[in-house]
């Protein structure tokens, strides 16, 4: 059974970061460059940690399957970042920030972690500001906040309407200059494939070279892992398409412990699915809920019709009606939630049915009027406040309108947007504890990839909070207290035994990959996966339904290994085969989510089981049975896993009914 210390540091929670930071051991300049630290992954929080560690003094080792760090996903963020500066002077705080994400998450995360996220954020805007992050600025010159989901204040910074690439962007200036300086060595287009574990330490990794298909051993002092989300196990989804979960799952089969893997963000705001062909779904931003009203028909004969056609009295502003006090900004998961019970009704739009509509009527008729006072028109006609009130919109949103036409060949000024919920982030990820070391020593784990800060739901801009926190001032904080328990110059041999069975190891999957020669193709099984996903384990999970998810993943998982096809060589570039990778691993983490939300017998936050909710159909938690982090311990092949649970302790906020009315 593995030991799942969280090491929360002692003391009172606004102190624990700053005396642990100080009590933490040091590494001494001159020893820091006999170091060497293997980051996987450069996205927002791996580009960051290699950034500041090489400039700290480390030797750095970046590798990313891309061609290019630019191109990670943490470039389709969209709305923002929370930081808790309260610029807008409307009574945020580091403390109020620290609650809202602890309420958003359905308390189901450490104090600790999340006090120590609020209280880095502000420092995270000063960073970006200084690397030349464009964040949008009010009138005066100050940086301008806008609000997000599960909040009553605005803490949200943004640049239009992408903020992530514009994070990325800075995040990659600092990499590049390290890279530029020889203090970061970046392979591109290398793929990790294994985990190399000696003495029970993680020493190294193994990677593909997707151009070649040869392997490589990278052995380091520690091992970071920033790999981002899991949620392409759905197939379909808001992620990048080559998004995926192998990194984390080869840890994960190699001792490290993967934690609440079943607790999947559903966010509201997405392109409705439109056809069998699609590959990926596409995010309209959080942002939007700020000015569009969601609505759906108040009759079910209602709903073919030209939604313009539809009177306001025979309109159901539901969120607002339900949700009274957050409206329209209800959290993801609650959105989502009523989104589902409006189509369920039989009060869903579009083709399928499964659509709501987001309308941004009235905020232009706003606008326009404001901006119709600020230039002098007493009495504007109404063809001039509409002219002005769409322009105040498309200098807020304009990229995610366009976006939308160029989708649906609809005009999102004219005629309200259709929405509807799909899966958009992972909360679950590999175990870590607050030096973000998972169970597994010298292994660390970044963003998305770890599943410290969220609980059992995120609340909008926090994705890239996180990211950034951890990377640029969390790990190079912690990471110390590790390398200064390993001698100097210690580093093991890519020649080690365990990095040659390591090797033959992924060597055999890939071998095992290439000999089958079905008849199928890789995303014929994926699109399966998907959809017994999605039915079983998506918005709504229920016991009979996860019981039948585990028996029709294991039929998947033996069909794939009998009848996949994966053509051409695996001594090339074959994007069949690095898809067959990915996907073989998501039909074994597939089968773990249905087994972690089957154990779970409560409902909190994205996880929602059927048989447990309040009358009002808000979820019904289980404190006393399961106020804990679920860490699943890989048993071997073909066995069940071990399911651990680190209690969590709850000594400043009370925990209490999670509600939005």
């Known amino acids: 059974m593995a030991t799942l210390n969280p090491n929360i540091p002692p003391g009172p929670l606004a102190d624990k970061w700053r005396s642990h930071k100080f009590n933490s051991k040091l590494v001494n300049p001159a020893n820091k460059r006999k170091y060497e630290i293997v980051i996987v992954g450069a996205g927002l929080a791996g580009a ?47 403390y109020r920030l620290f609650y809202d994400t602890i309420k958003g998450g359905d308390y189901r995360s450490r104090e600790a972690n999340v006090h120590r996220l609020a209280e880095v954020s502000a420092s995270i805007i000063d960073q970006c500001v200084a690397q030349g992050v464009p964040f949008a600025r009010e009138y005066g010159g100050l940086l301008a906040n806008r609000s997000f989901g599960g909040a009553q204040v605005s803490r949200t910074f943004y640049a239009r309407g ?44 193994i990677t593909r070279d997707l151009v070649t298909g040869a392997l490589h051993r990278h052995a380091g002092d520690a091992v970071v892992l920033a790999t981002g989300g899991y949620g392409n196990v759905f197939n379909l989804s808001t992620y990048a398409r080559q998004s995926n979960a192998t990194a984390i799952w080869r840890a994960y089969k190699r001792g490290a412990c993967f934690a609440n893997p079943c607790y999947t963000q559903i966010h509201p705001t ?6 069998d062909y699609q590959s990926k779904l596409t995010l309209m931003s959080e942002s939007l809920r700020n000015d569009g009203r969601i609505w759906v028909p108040k009759k079910a004969e209602d709903c073919p019709k030209n939604p313009n056609d539809i009177p306001e009295a025979d309109r159901d502003y539901y969120l607002e009606r339900i949700y009274p006090s957050f409206g329209n900004l209800a959290p993801r998961d609650v959105s989502s939630r009523a989104a589902m019970r409006m189509c369920d009704e039989g009060r869903g739009v579009g083709e399928s049915g499964l659509g709501v509509y987001l309308d ?84 660390f784990v970044l963003g998305e990839a770890n599943f410290s800060d969220h609980g059992a739901n995120r609340l909008g801009a926090s994705a890239l909070m996180q990211g950034l926190s951890d990377g640029y001032f969390v790990l190079p904080n912690t990471i110390n207290g590790y390398l200064a328990g390993q001698k100097p110059g210690s580093r093991p041999s890519t020649d080690a035994a365990e990095f040659v069975a390591a090797e033959k190891n992924s ?67 074959n994007q069949a085969l690095e898809r067959a990778n990915r996907v073989a691993d998501f039909l074994e983490l597939g089968e773990l989510m249905c087994r972690d ?65």
């Open 48 to 94: 960051s940690a290699a950034a500041t560690l090489s400039e700290l003094g480390y030797r750095v080792k970046c590798i990313v399957f891309h061609d290019s760090p630019r191109r990670a996903h943490s470039i389709a963020a969209q709305g923002g970042i929370n930081a808790a500066k309260n610029y807008q002077n409307d009574g945020d705080s580091v």
């Open 162 to 205: 992408q903020t992530g690439q514009q994070l990325l962007l800075g995040a990659y200036s600092a990499l590049s200059n390290q890279v530029g300086a020889g203090a970061v060595e970046l392979v591109t287009m290398h793929e990790m494939v294994d985990l190399v574990v000696i003495d029970g330490h993680a020493k190294g990794v």
């Open 270 to 275: 997405c392109i409705p699915v439109s056809g």
């Open 360 to 443: 941004f009527a009235d905020a232009i008729q706003r606008y326009g009027k404001q901006a119709a006072a600020r230039a002098g028109h007493a009495h504007p006609t109404p063809a001039q406040i509409l002219e002005l009130g769409e322009a105040a919109i498309k200098e807020r949103y304009g990229n995610l309108f366009d976006i939308y036409h160029e989708i649906t060949n609809e005009n999102a000024y004219k005629r309200p947007m259709r929405i509807y919920p799909a899966v958009h982030y992972t909360m679950g990820g590999l175990w870590v504890d607050y030096n973000l070391m998972s169970n597994l020593p010298g292994l």
């Open 507 to 573: 060597a055999d999957v890939i071998a095992r990959l290439m000999a089958v020669k079905g008849k199928e193709t890789v995303h014929h099984f994926h699109k399966r996966l998907g959809l017994i996903l999605w039915k079983r384990c998506g918005m709504a999970r229920n016991r009979a339904g996860l019981e039948a998810g585990i028996k029709e993943i294991q039929a998947l998982r033996a069909e794939f290994w009998a009848n996949v096809n994966v053509p051409g060589s695996a001594q090339d570039l």
């Open 597 to 661: 939300a089957l154990a779970r017998e409560e409902s909190c936050g994205c996880h929602f089981r059927e048989e447990y909710h309040h009358p009002d159909g808000e979820c019904l938690r289980n404190d006393e049975l399961f106020n804990h982090v679920a860490a699943w311990e890989y048993q071997g092949e073909g066995k069940e896993p071990l399911r651990n649970v680190e209690p969590l302790v709850y000594e400043n906020v009370k925990m209490s009914v999670r509600s939005y009315k």
